[in-house]
């Protein structure tokens, strides 16, 4: 069916397109068919959010081969962490404290975000900002958007323009950790007035600074474009194949004392064996995922503009992991005797643990702008089939056969989504504006099957039979006001509901299933733009009603496991400022500053006697506590040097204590800490080439020994009242340095 409709797509944006006029256009014209993909959901100069905008030029000079998340960091309330401790493979952020489920993500309005977990895996888009034109974060509620609830941001991705000029591009990067990036862009440029096709190969590698956390990443990029007079037709293709050591479980400090501060546990054979015996199994995540839009824009006027995008997304991977002393019964298994007549109920094993998964839908929105009215329509519906499933490929001394393709569970995930929004910017005046914006959405989540958790009542896997049914509107309305030419503020509110993810419903039994999130979020902003200075203000209450935050655990394959909270809210101001202090030398600064509290809290810890065997639960309760992940301070600086050739940029970042669970426990936290990073790129006379650049990336000159994330694995009250706690932690690299060349033609 999915083929059917986007065939029927594909047939009807064609024979727009070549109806077209056949003149040749000129490239302003053809840049803002472009951008009409993504106008119905970017924040515009008088839409009184706060956000953040990075062109192309920007996210350029950081882009060495790290993950889209480290070249964000410098923004307010930003934060990012990576399993491997380089910035590449498995990476993470946050803004204002909230993770990636939490974010609206989308490229050129098409939804990222996965549709079950709500996250958004950056390892599938391996070095993505090469092909980026512009990013914008909202921070907030945000703007209506398409596909997941924005719940602290939104991140708007708007792919390269098509060149209208012929061009080549050869880029190689390379540095610690053996890290290893080469690729190459080229595009035809103008063919017969009005087409143009573009494309990048990417692939990368490196070892990581954790051990085994290697990465071996391949993507690419390709479009191919038809340009009328004001019909455009784009169709725009990405993917990557990734193989990463999983290194998603942390270390404890034990761990760290006995094996060094990059030892990984995945995989590890002999735990308990002396250092110099340990041996290692390859622990892997495998992953391909490619995506498919067709693009279609129309300008029946210059007040009006009109779009429609169908998309499709294709996944496939698995985990490959050595699994030690686990419970045969969890993986749909007998008891065997071994060869001295002991019967054996944990075993190691290895486990591949399966996801195939499609992903499609629809997006159109009119845009229209007349006297001192803008309105903006849009309407999208999409649909999520994801196929999960298990299979045991060895079992140590195992009796009986093992056959690697029986699968030991299997559940399949179906998720409905439909959305409409309408937004109006109306001028009141010659300076006050007023913005309004109301979004419907419907959401319908069935899983269906057996998934992997074992019942001990039933003594078989967990079943589960899941229809949940959802329908959210959310309002938003704000004022901005321009006080001056340099002077401008505004102030917003805005609705944002968000339903439970996966995670959420198979981790716990029916009775414990999650309720779904409220929030409001208050914004009130200034902002000044002077000939040497700019500045940016905003000050943020966010009102949460049943919030799911992190409770400092993980599920067994690094996913983070949340609570309903009933209430407990985000505070915070955020700065940003420029100052041009010569014509050559610029300071760049970012500050936030938070508070995140749950009003009233109580945390369940298992309780232990003298012999260690478990005695019940004990409720702890606690009044104004701290959510976790979430620092109370973020602060950045950059000193950008710009003179004959040579950008040269030194860059810091100072992230205060996070704690890991909700009890604010000074144990059970991060240790704030501050990086120094420094950036330099020189551009070199090259005859045969328009461009040669040359670029170095220092990263933590000072050698900071720092963690940007954790979790708790276990804690509890000893029996003489003591409280113990298990912290494991991500390390990240100490100083680093990457070193890059590229060619244009």
Known sequence: MKQIALSALCLSCVYGATAQSTSVLDTTKVIALQEVSVLGTKATKKTPMSYSNLTKETIKKGNLGQDLPFLLQMQPSVLATSDAGTGMGYTALRVRGVDAAGINITTNGVPVNDSESQ??????????????????????????????????????????????????????????????????????????????????????TSNGYVDRATVDLGSYFVQAGYFGERTALRFVTFGGVEKTGIAWNGISKEQEEKFGRTYNPAGHVNPKAPANQAYYYPNTDNYKQKHYQLILTHRPSESLSLNLTGHYTEGFGYTDEYRTGRKLVEYGLNKFKDANGKTVSNTSLIRRKYLDNDFYGFIASANWKQGAWELNAGLSGNYYYGDHYGERRWVENYSEPVYPESRYYQDIGRKGQAAAYVKANYQITQALSAYADLQYRFINYRIDGTYDGYDSKRKKMQDINLNKTFNFVNPKAGLYYQIAPEHHAYASVAVAHREPNRKGYTEVSPADYPRHERMIDYELGYGYTGENFKLSANLYYMDYKDQLVANGKLSDVGGVLQENVDKSYRMGLEVMSAFKLTSWLRWDASLALSQSKIKDYSYHFSTYDKDWEWSGLKEVKYKDTDIAYSPSVIMTNALNFVYS????????????????????????????????????????????????????????????????????????????????SDVRYFPQAGINFLLGTTVTF
């Not at 703007?143 to 591009?169: C, Q, V, Y």
Request: charged share 15%; no cysteine; net charge positive.
């Open 119 to 204: 996250a958004v895996f950056w390892v599938n888009m391996p070095d993505f900002a090469s092909s980026v034109q512009e990013l914008q974060i909202q921070r907030g509620v945000g703007t209506s958007a398409n596909g997941a609830a924005a719940f602290g941001a939104s991140i708007n991705m708007r792919t390269d323009n098509l060149s209208l000029k012929p061009h080549a591009e050869v880029g190689v990067s390379g540095g610690s950790f053996s890290t290893f990036r080469r690729n190459v862009r080229v595009g035809t440029g103008r063919l017969g007035g009005h087409w143009a096709v573009d494309a990048r190969l990417s692939k990368i």
């Open 645 to 724: 050739g040579l950008d040269a940029s030194l860059i810091s970042q100072f992230v205060g204590k996070q704690y890991l669970d909700n009890t604010a426990d000074a144990v059970r936290s991060l240790p704030a800490y501050h990086t120094l990073g420094l950036r330099l790129g020189y551009d070199l006379p090259l005859s045969l080439a328009k461009q040669w650049n040359v670029s170095l990336q220092v990263n933590n000159l000072l050698n900071t020994l720092y963690s940007s994330n954790g979790y708790i694995y276990d804690t509890g009250i000893q029996a003489d009242g003591t409280t113990y």
